[in-house]
């Protein structure tokens, strides 16, 4: 009778676990609609509802973020953005297209233009050609009553 118990908690147990396991996984590395995928030294960053930055020494890869368009009527993305060695386009998807909003290449700073939003995530992809070296990225959202 005691086999028979043993048998069976393994026959449950076993999927069970890995299950679990399993869902661990999907949830650590995120089920977001862009992944980052990089190699960096001396990285800093941070990511909130409506703001995102980036520092580092040296980066290359693909570095995403994911903020929220909260306005009723929408809002604009701010940016800056400097490196001092190679070259980085950073994209923006706010309606389900991968849209380029600037690059930049070394000793070259980028300053905000406009970018009108929609209500809904927003998502900053950062993609470097090659090494980049001291970047400093910096994306918000702002509010027309926040003027």
């Known amino acids: 009778m005691m086999a028979v118990r043993r048998l069976y908690m393994r026959r449950t147990a076993l999927p069970a676990a890995l299950a679990l396991i399993l869902a661990a ?32 020494s040296s980066f290359e890869g693909t570095k995403a973020f994911n903020m929220e ?3 009723e009527s929408g809002g604009r993305v701010t940016y800056s953005a400097k490196l001092g060695s190679g070259s980085a386009v950073v994209f923006i998807d706010n309606d389900g297209t991968k849209t380029e ?5 070394a000793g070259e700073e980028a300053v905000s233009g406009t970018f009108e939003l929609n209500r809904g995530p927003v998502y900053i992809i950062v993609e470097t050609d090659g090494k980049c070296g001291d970047g400093d990225l910096n994306f918000g959202i702002v509010y027309d009553s926040e003027e």
Do not use: E, I, P
Request: aromatic share 20%; with cysteine; charged share 10%.
């Open 25 to 56: 996984a999907l949830c650590f590395t995120g089920c977001g609609k862009y992944l980052s995928s990089y190699s960096a030294f001396g990285l800093v960053y941070s990511n909130t509802s409506d703001s995102a930055f980036m520092r580092f």
């Open 69 to 71: 368009c909260t306005g």
């Open 101 to 105: 909003l600037f690059s930049v290449s």
